[in-house]
């Protein structure tokens, strides 16, 4: 599958929303598990912490996606500051973004002209993107999201974690039980209050 063939399964799967976590919280709850803060601290991370979040990336992507082509999806906010070379390495080439995003993120954007958007596709294993999770978890890199076509689930990783979209209940409940001693002990930064207006709903 070519990079164009799995965004247009992006854009059917996620109902042409911008590969942006927090964005999908609120259009995909229902799909949203909560396996998304892997560091419950607000003291500054260490080389260690970032190593360990990194860790976490991975075997949560890994336990997702392992043997199955996915699409790496980026947004450079601002290519000037942000750490890009890594994920050249991995094939990821510019893309024109969809119209749908632009509307969307028209807001969030500081400045549409200066973000870049790349994507490439890969066949997923375990550490295939080690490289690109420690940049995510030192915030050297603008926002990211891992694609798989082919059952539709999505992780978005940010500094402190990540938001995770795992469609099938079942799946979700096996996905939150195997990584449960992840989770925070205390209430969920961030957390959504109930929303029926505008959301996603699962497909049976």
Request: contains cysteine; negative net charge; glycine residues 10%.
């Amino acid at each position: 599958m070519n990079v164009s063939e799995a965004l247009d399964a992006w854009q059917a799967q996620y109902s042409g929303q911008p590969p942006v976590g927090f964005m999908l919280r609120f259009s995909h709850e229902s799909v949203w598990t909560r396996i998304h803060y892997l560091r419950e601290t607000t003291d500054p991370a260490t080389a260690e912490d970032d190593q360990q979040t990194a860790s976490r990336f991975d075997a949560v992507a890994s336990a997702l996606f392992n043997g199955t082509t996915v699409l790496l999806l980026a947004i450079h906010l601002d290519p000037q500051h942000e750490l890009t070379s890594d994920l050249t390495a991995l094939g990821a080439t510019q893309i024109a973004p969809p119209d749908s995003w632009i509307e969307t993120l028209g807001g969030y954007l500081p400045d549409l002209g200066r973000a870049n958007f790349v994507a490439a596709t890969l066949s997923w294993k375990r550490g295939c993107m080690d490289r690109i999770w420690l940049d995510v978890a030192r915030d050297l890199m603008g926002r990211i999201a891992v694609f798989c076509p082919a059952t539709g689930d999505a992780f978005c990783p940010y500094g402190g974690g990540a938001d995770v979209f795992v469609w099938g209940s079942d799946r979700r409940s096996r996905l939150g039980d195997r990584f449960r001693a992840w989770l925070p002990t205390t209430g969920m930064p961030g957390s959504l209050s109930p929303r029926t207006a505008g959301v996603a709903v699962e497909r049976g």
